[in-house]
């Protein structure tokens, strides 16, 4: 009889890993480009009257 073992934990596991990586990602690069965005949305907010 040949045994095979569930993975289903572990690959939601792994899911999980990779979701919280790229949420990182996301958050550190919007911290440091936050400021540039704001300035490019600002003017060009006021370029229009």
Do not use: S
């Not at 990182?24 to 370029?47: D, H, K, R, S, W």
Request: proline content about 4%; glycine content about 6%.
């Amino acid at each position: 009889m040949v045994y095979v073992q569930a993975e289903d934990g572990q690959a939601l596991t792994e899911y999980a890993l990779i979701i919280m990586l790229i949420a990182i990602v996301v958050i550190v690069a919007l911290t440091f480009l936050g400021p540039l965005i704001e300035n490019l949305y600002t003017e060009i907010g006021e370029a229009f009257p």
